[in-house]
């Protein structure tokens, strides 16, 4: 997703963009259902252009809990300042100790910029629903589906020591 600056012709321009996963670099993170879909303003301020992007995508997710497959639309935006790469004036902080990117010639490339955005969408413990049960942890079994029967762990019982103590006396 590169942007060639020398075809800007006005103050703001519009772009949208349309790419495979693979194509921004993502290897694994997540199942996406389609392209990843990119609509860009690129504001022209002489030496630094500014661009603000929304990016939407779907992506099918495990869930942590239950290990079932379920999808999740994404939508976030990013909003990042590019710098030209021009020889630095006295007292000038370089582009890259500032929020600014610096650019390669005359090219914008926000590949990376929505591959961070959406990595940053993606939940880090992604879970179907908040009602999820989960899976049984002594035989497995979807306990969204059906109740297993298996003995719940004293961890769930917090008095049954107790118990053992009153059957000594």
Request: glycine share 8%.
């Amino acid at each position: 997703m590169k942007i060639d600056i020398k075809d800007l012709k006005e103050q703001v321009t519009n772009l949208d963009f349309s790419a495979k996963p693979e194509e921004i670099g993502f290897d694994g993170e997540a199942v996406f259902d389609g392209p990843i879909k990119v609509s860009v303003e690129v504001h022209d301020m002489s030496e630094r252009y500014r661009v603000i992007g929304r990016v939407s995508a779907e992506a099918t997710l495990a869930c942590g809990r239950c290990l079932r497959q379920f999808k999740v639309k994404l939508a976030s935006e990013f909003d990042i300042v590019h710098v030209k790469d021009s020889s630095e004036e006295e007292g000038e902080i370089p582009p890259g100790e500032t929020d600014e990117l610096a650019m390669e010639g005359d090219i914008i490339d926000i590949g990376e910029d929505v591959r961070q955005t959406i990595l940053l969408e993606l939940p880090m413990n992604p879970v179907c629903g908040k009602k999820c049960k989960g899976l049984c942890h002594v035989c497995g079994s979807d306990l969204n589906k059906k109740k297993c029967g298996c003995d719940e762990p004293a961890l769930n019982k917090p008095f049954a020591g107790i118990k053992n103590i009153l059957k000594k006396k």
